[in-house]
């Protein structure tokens, strides 16, 4: 489990936080970073996030794989946007421009690269918070408050329940494509695609057949014992908020306040350095 | 059964289990380098059609989530929102079969595939290039050639691993009058 979710324990004030608080505070600080594409308001979301980071006492070391992943995604997105509109930024800031004597279609300009810093930009103010969230919440902490923060709780045991058993299910796959490949099921690069997404549903049919029964069993069990009948029900990993979740929750909502309030006296979503 | 009661939250859980184990450890490669085959749609294409669409909604949502979550690349919402869209319409779309009664023949695999080629155009051909768009203000020609090639990716395989999974549940259960009195 821990594995699979790198949820590193640590003490540090950021683990101290409740999973909701967590959840919340992501959710409003991804708003805030993407409703936004002022260069001002992000830098300073960036360097909160970093500092964030230290307090978190995450190093880079824990996370270096996933940042490592999330980059090399961040480059090729990049060059992509370039490869397919060289002249976006242009478009977006309304003026052009040209860094060098040539002209052509995949000139460089000034525009094009402000847009491709704040994109950049955009990414570096959440990713160090999301790798905060994943490191720092514990999943089944997390299943447990997200009723707190009013999802019905019948869905946050869906949540719950989704996170029980995946280990399981992990584990009945791989027996399962194992004694399949034992007999002979090809799923590498020499079949053909159509065969190899036959051979995928070979081992996807036992799978789900008995998952089908997984799901008769827990859901009678779960019956006989009165799930469902009262309006609220207790978590096991459940923890009441404090000052310090409060505070922060208070803090992000101040953050998307900020955001939406930038973008009014910016005319638009965009800070434009060009007029 | 259109009811949401405890066997539907459930299904929702093991699904969204399924999708996550399906979406995160089962790489098929595809032929084009780094791109690999997401089986996982085909799985919740058949949860969404058993189950109905609120059951496909969510274990869209939250096997998405957590997917994203374990890779910790940062949750891609529009993408996210995205799968849990796909998983509504083909639930809504595919209430008139009966799956669960054992009922799967011609009729049900053409409006199962008809539901299913729906959703994934209009999910990712529309709706996550346009979320794309709002929020990261990408260029429009790039976003939507990927929403369009992932819809077609997606809808190959639902087509092949979504029917085969009706089809082999639907044998597996017992039809309505396949008992009969002893004379």
């Given at each position: ?12 004030p950021i683990?101290r936080l409740t999973?909701a608080t967590k959840?919340v505070c ?213 923890r009441p908020f404090k000052a310090a979740d409060i505070s922060a929750m208070l803090g992000c ?23 | ?183």
């Amino acid at each position: 489990m821990t594995n699979l979710f790198n949820y590193i324990d640590r003490p540090s004030p950021i683990h101290r936080l409740t999973g909701a608080t967590k959840f919340v505070c992501l959710m409003l600080w991804s708003f805030a970073a993407m409703s936004t594409y002022d260069t001002r308001m992000l830098l300073g979301l960036t360097i909160i996030s970093m500092i964030l980071f230290l307090i978190g006492r995450i190093h880079i070391k824990d996370v270096s794989f996933m940042l490592g992943f999330t980059l090399v995604f961040l480059v090729i997105n990049s060059i992509a946007i370039y490869l397919f509109s060289p002249l976006h930024g242009t478009k977006i800031y309304g003026s052009c421009t040209y860094l060098l004597e040539y002209t052509g279609r995949f000139a460089p300009t000034a525009e094009q690269l402000f847009y491709h810093f704040n994109y950049v930009l955009k990414y570096l103010a959440t990713i160090p918070i999301v790798l905060l969230f994943v490191t720092t919440t514990n999943p089944s902490e997390f299943a447990a408050s997200l009723n707190k923060i009013g999802v019905k709780y019948s869905i946050a045991y869906a949540v719950a329940l989704a996170l029980r058993y995946i280990p399981d299910i992990q584990r009945q796959y791989h027996e399962i494509s194992q004694a399949g490949q034992a007999r002979g099921i090809e799923m590498s690069k020499k079949a053909t695609l159509i065969s190899r997404l036959k051979s995928a549903s070979g081992i996807l049919i036992p799978l789900i057949l008995s998952s089908m029964d997984r799901i008769e069993v827990i859901s009678n069990a779960m019956e006989l014992r009165g799930f469902g009948k009262k309006k609220k029900r207790t978590w096991y990993m459940g923890r009441p908020f404090k000052a310090a979740d409060i505070s922060a929750m208070l803090g992000c909502v101040l953050l998307v306040c900020l955001s939406l309030y930038l973008n009014h006296i910016n005319g638009g979503r965009y800070y434009n350095p060009f007029i | 059964m259109k009811k949401f009661g405890v066997k539907h939250i459930v299904a929702t859980g093991i699904g969204a289990a399924l999708f996550f184990v399906l979406g995160r450890f089962v790489a098929i490669p595809s032929g084009v380098p780094d791109t690999n085959i997401s089986i996982q749609y085909g799985l919740l294409a058949f949860i969404a059609a058993v189950f109905g669409p609120i059951a496909g909604l969510l274990s869209g949502l939250i096997g998405h989530f957590f997917i994203d979550f374990s890779f910790g690349w940062g949750v891609w919402w529009s993408w996210v929102i995205a799968s849990a869209f796909v998983g509504c319409v083909i639930g809504f779309l595919t209430v008139k079969i009966n799956i669960e009664e054992g009922e799967f023949g011609i009729n049900g695999i053409i409006r199962f595939n008809i539901a299913q080629v729906i959703a994934h155009l209009v999910g990712w051909g529309a709706l996550a290039p346009v979320l794309d768009i709002v929020i990261y203000a990408e260029p429009a020609n790039k976003v939507f050639i990927q929403g369009l090639v992932s819809a077609g990716i997606n809808i190959i395989t639902t087509a092949v691993v979504g029917t085969l999974l009706c089809v082999a549940y639907s044998a597996a259960i017992p039809k309505k009058g396949s008992l009969k009195e002893e004379e």
